[in-house]
């Protein structure tokens, strides 16, 4: 017997901070036909699979809806979930991805470390070029929408070089804007942590000067935590972010600035509310998951100014 769908009611719930990242998330069952018919009829002369009870009449109060075919459902208010041109896999090194939005005038902010992507995130301008392994995530901002689900992809890159062991700066100055690679040095729950926490980090390569190793890979940098949220019930994820404030190159200190999120998206969110066939039936969704940092996890700082290093 062939089913149709019964559509009760559309849960269509957002999670989203300042940061900007929107997460969508639905409870979903399978109902069809034969299993509503084992219901049975609560209203007299009330046919429970029909929209209508007796002719003529208006649907009884507990009268079952049953749609004729899938429905498409209602618009959640998020922004449209980014595209890649490119599917997760294995890749050569050196090729190119593009991300595209069905709205013209999305904007797409995007990561390829693992952070979680925000409105702080680098803005997708145009290909982004791949030389090693990465985990790209991307989301879409359109005006008066909640911020898109998280799009995601990884690229597996089989012969890449390893990562650069130093970067160089000619006569002992680092310039603003030069980006350092940090890595995390400690851990953090979203469920333990508190706003202003410190943040240990480390550099994860030296500095060089006319080959003179100015700031050893390991030097400490600080960062603190700004915003902490803890999950929670009806599929509130956790989520950590935090700002880095300073790298320490023996005497003197090298302002950095960089804002990292960390949260526990849902990846299926999206997939499941563009499927009609799936049911959605109101009630509590499960707990959220919290997030945690852990030791070695890398990212970029930019420098915030032009400083001297002493030799």
């Known amino acids: 017997m062939r089913s149709t769908h019964l559509v009760l009611i559309v849960l269509c719930g957002v999670v989203?901070?300042?940061?900007?990242?929107?997460?969508?998330?639905?409870?979903?069952?399978?109902?069809?036909?034969?299993?509503?018919?084992a219901l049975g009829t609560k209203g007299k002369g009330v046919n429970p699979l029909s929209a209508q009870g007796t002719e003529g009449a208006a649907p009884a109060a507990d009268a079952v809806q049953i749609a004729d075919a899938p429905r498409a459902l209602p618009d959640c208010g998020c922004a449209a979930q980014p595209v890649f041109s490119i599917g997760s896999g294995d890749?050569?090194?050196?090729?190119?991805v593009s991300i595209a939005s069905a709205t013209k005038d999305a904007a797409i902010y995007y990561t390829t470390d693992g952070w979680t992507p925000t409105t702080e995130s680098a803005r997708y301008t145009g290909p982004i070029h791949v030389g090693a392994s990465v985990h790209l995530q991307a989301i879409a901002v359109e005006p008066q929408k909640l911020p898109s689900a998280i799009a995601e992809a990884r690229y597996v890159v089989?012969?890449?070089?390893?990562?650069?062991?130093?970067?160089?700066?000619?006569?002992g100055v680092l310039r603003q804007g030069t980006e350092l690679r940090l890595v995390t040095h400690t851990d953090l729950r979203s469920d333990e942590a508190q706003v202003g926490d410190p943040v240990a980090l480390q550099l994860d390569e030296d500095v060089m000067a006319g080959?003179?190793?100015?700031?050893?890979?390991?030097?400490?940098?600080t960062a603190v935590l700004t915003r902490v949220e803890r999950a929670g019930p009806n599929g509130k994820q956790g989520e950590l972010t935090f700002q880095v404030q300073s790298?320490?190159?023996g005497d003197v200190t090298v302002p950095l600035a960089a804002t990292l999120t960390l949260s526990a998206p849902d990846p299926e969110a999206a997939q499941r509310l563009a499927n009609a066939s799936q049911v959605h039936v109101a009630g509590a969704l499960p707990r959220g998951e919290d997030v945690e940092i852990t030791p070695g996890m890398r990212l970029t700082a930019r420098v915030r100014a032009n400083t001297a290093l002493k030799r």
Not at 158 to 171: E, K, N
Request: net charge negative; aromatic share 4%.
């Open 16 to 37: 989203f901070g300042p940061s900007g990242v929107a997460q969508v998330m639905t409870e979903t069952v399978q109902i069809n036909k034969t299993s509503v018919q």
């Open 247 to 249: 790298l320490t190159a």
């Open 158 to 171: 089989s012969g890449a070089g390893p990562l650069p062991q130093s970067v160089a700066t000619p006569d």
């Open 91 to 96: 890749a050569a090194a050196g090729f190119e």
């Open 211 to 221: 080959g003179t190793v100015m700031v050893p890979k390991g030097s400490a940098a």
